[in-house]
């Protein structure tokens, strides 16, 4: 029988920054700790991060990732690549992979989210270099520079005020959509002078992922050196329903302040819950959960009266048995 049958005190699903963390603190918190992942990562996209402590020059998020993996194997971390397809409750929690089934007594759900880029020809190629998700995480790499805001409603009006922190060149195109923002917004947004374009946009020119300028089409054209897209994130939040576990209004995990869901033994971490979406709050989160799942195996190992003892206190407890 392979360990995965025998099953495990942890399984963390995801390898993201909030994995990993969990992943860390687990393992040298001497659980047998899997980490299962697929092998995707939004922070794969991220080419330089600029905002996690101890990086002064940045750092690429493959490299962060690379870095966290290794970290948390030195620690007896095990880790397979597998896809999860199923989540039942129970002692012990099963999950269901693409190559064999898992058991363990607490799980970790680390599986993030995914921002969807628009559906604009030549955009893709931009990720990471001049179209961005997030403007506490690179509006300060673009400062000074011509900024476009792709979106219509509330929260990219609000974008587009915020990034005026750090350029002058603010411009909202919608896209074709028509203007969803309030009054209050839309006043903002003319007290300011942000200007803005409603027409559709038909193709991004860049050079090596470099925004260079916009073609709409209305066959007008502007130049540009950055984007920034408000959110059409996927959560991956499919386990945690099949577990029955509480997601609110906007499908992420509502999870309590050790990171446990609405089901004792079920966690989650990461950009999969209401925190805002950051390689270093998740990794904060992680940590969290890594503790607070630790002290629950703990406080589960007195109530059975199963904590590990050293071979030497058995043999003397053995031993003095048989003398009695």
């Known amino acids: 029988m392979n360990r995965d049958a025998k099953g495990w005190d942890v399984i963390i699903v995801g390898s993201g920054p909030a994995g990993l963390s969990a992943a860390l603190y687990l393992g040298r918190s001497r659980r047998r700790t899997l980490l299962l992942h ?17 990086f002064p020059q940045g750092i690429a998020g493959t490299d962060l990732l690379e870095r966290g993996l290794t970290q948390a194997m030195q620690f007896g971390v095990e880790v397979i690549e597998d896809t999860v397809v199923s989540l ?21 759900l680390a599986t ?37 805001i792709i979106g219509w409603n509330n929260e990219a009006a609000e974008y587009a005020l915020g990034m005026l922190t750090f350029s002058s060149n603010v411009k909202v195109c919608t896209n074709g959509r028509p203007a969803a923002w309030d009054t209050t917004h839309a006043a903002w947004l003319n007290e300011y002078g942000v200007s803005i374009s409603s027409s559709r946009i038909r193709t991004v020119h860049h ?46 995990v509502v999870v309590d302040h050790c990171m446990q869901t609405s089901v004792p033994g079920l966690y989650a971490a990461g950009c999969l819950t209401p925190a805002n979406c950051q390689m270093i709050i998740a990794a904060g989160q992680g940590a969290t959960a890594g503790q607070a799942i630790n002290r629950d195996l703990f406080e589960e190992s007195l109530r059975r009266h199963a904590l590990p003892m050293r071979a030497s206190t058995r043999d003397c407890r053995e031993s003095h048995r048989l003398m009695c």
């Open 38 to 54: 697929s092998g995707h990562s939004m922070a794969k996209w991220e080419v330089n991060v600029q905002n996690y402590l101890g």
């Open 88 to 108: 039942s409750v129970g002692d012990p929690f099963q999950l269901e992979g693409g190559k064999t089934r898992y058991e363990a007594g607490r799980i970790l």
């Open 112 to 148: 993030g989210l995914t921002h969807v880029p628009p559906d604009i020809p030549g955009v893709k190629e931009c990720l990471g270099h001049s179209l961005f998700f997030c403007k506490d995480c690179d509006a300060y790499r673009v400062q000074g520079q011509r900024i476009v």
């Open 207 to 252: 050079e090596s992922g470099f925004i260079r300028s916009f073609t709409l089409e209305s066959s007008e054209q502007f130049e540009a050196d950055a984007v920034f897209t408000t959110r059409g994130d996927v959560v991956h939040n499919r386990l945690a329903a099949q577990a029955g576990a509480a997601l609110n209004e906007e499908g992420q």
